[in-house]
């Protein structure tokens, strides 16, 4: 089992910044993949950027070069630096975390962009 925790969500104005935090715990080991994931209301939910065991990052076209996710192994932390936030990106971030054979999801934190 692996439990997945997200934090850092809230309401800013656009061209802003926001990190948000997930925190994984229970069989980390077995964790190959991470992901953050957003859906908008009345949209699927979308993969916005990965990063894998082996330090791999991939990030959707909508977020890249301004989102950056990274890791801290030490504190079983993921992150994802958003900057030059847009009301596009206003949706619930979840994160998530594979083991190759399930997908563990966090409960989710609102992100807001509005003046």
């Known amino acids: 089992q692996v439990q997945v925790v997200e934090s850092g969500g809230g309401l800013v104005q656009p061209g802003g910044s926001l990190r948000l935090s997930c925190v994984v715990s229970g069989s980390i080991f077995s964790v190959n993949r991470m992901g953050w994931y957003r859906q908008a209301p009345g949209k699927q939910r979308e993969l916005i950027a990965q990063i894998t065991s082996g330090e791999t990052t991939n990030y959707a076209d909508s977020v890249k070069g301004r989102f950056t996710i990274s890791r801290d192994r030490d504190k079983n932390t993921v992150f994802l630096q958003m900057n030059g936030l847009k009301p596009e990106d206003t949706a619930i971030y979840y994160c998530?975390?594979?083991?190759?054979?399930?997908?563990?999801w966090g409960q989710g934190t609102q992100v807001t962009v509005s003046s």
């Open positions: 998530s975390g594979d083991t190759g054979g399930l997908r563990y």
